[in-house]
């Protein structure tokens, strides 16, 4: 069974940088068919897709989001990150990090970590 | 950029048959798949690839689509099953795509 847990600051200034990591147990972040992705809720709100990195380092982030999100792999750690620049009030969410699994064109999130509540706020 | 399309709130009986749907444009050309997410906790998937149920999902718990409507059915509804629910689809243009959400309320 793999597990993913999130970890970092609950606070972070208004145009500072959000800093997440995301540790995964009970399976490789090394495994070929998955896509280590963040998702974040805004407090009373829907979800909202962020991005994904592949273990090879290969990325793909919302268009909306791509020039302020910045995401990482450490193999040997068996964990991925994220950076999120410039955060303003609107950014203040839980943050998921999620193991993404493609199969024959589907695309979908087996595995979720418990989430990261992130408030921005001076 | 792509949307999908929920209403915002279902009830339902115990023991009655509940339904939500998710639309968007060319859904039918698409996987969709569905979360269930109840207060505090991460989503849990409960369907994916349109009709797949994970291992450990009650078979009460279906997924179905017609044309461009995505439909989860929840037959037999209990008291546990009243949560959000958000269909998820991934798009070419947009990537991964969540709908908006449904409260599913047992009355």
């Known amino acids: 069974q793999v597990q993913l847990q999130e970890s970092g600051p609950g606070l972070v200034r208004p145009s500072e940088t959000l800093s997440l990591i995301c540790s995964v147990s009970?399976?490789?972040?090394?495994?070929?068919?998955?896509?280590w992705s963040w998702i974040r809720q805004s407090p009373g709100r829907g979800l909202e897709w962020i991005g994904y990195i592949y273990y090879t380092g290969t990325t793909y982030y919302k268009p909306s989001l791509k020039s302020r999100v910045t995401t990482s792999v450490d193999t040997s750690k068996n964990q991925f990150s994220l950076n999120l620049r410039s955060v303003t009030a609107a950014d203040t969410a839980v943050y998921f990090c999620a193991r993404g699994r493609s199969s024959s064109g589907a695309y979908y999130f087996d595995f979720w970590g418990q989430g990261n509540l992130v408030t921005v706020s001076s | 950029s792509y949307e999908l399309t929920q209403p915002p709130s279902v009830s339902v009986s115990p023991g009655q048959t509940a339904s939500i749907t998710c639309s968007g444009d060319k859904l039918g050309d698409k996987f969709v798949c569905w979360y269930q997410q109840k207060p505090g906790q991460s989503p849990l998937l409960v369907m994916y690839q349109d009709t797949k149920r994970p291992s450990g999902i009650p078979e009460r718990i279906s997924g179905s689509k017609s044309g461009n409507v995505a439909t989860l059915t929840i037959s037999g509804t209990q008291a546990m099953d009243e949560a959000d629910y958000y269909c998820?689809?991934?798009?070419?243009?947009?990537?991964?795509?969540f709908g908006g959400g449904t409260k599913l309320t047992v009355l």
């Open positions: 009970g399976g490789s972040i090394s495994n070929g068919d998955s896509y």
């Open positions: 998820q689809a991934w798009d070419v243009s947009t990537a991964v795509v």
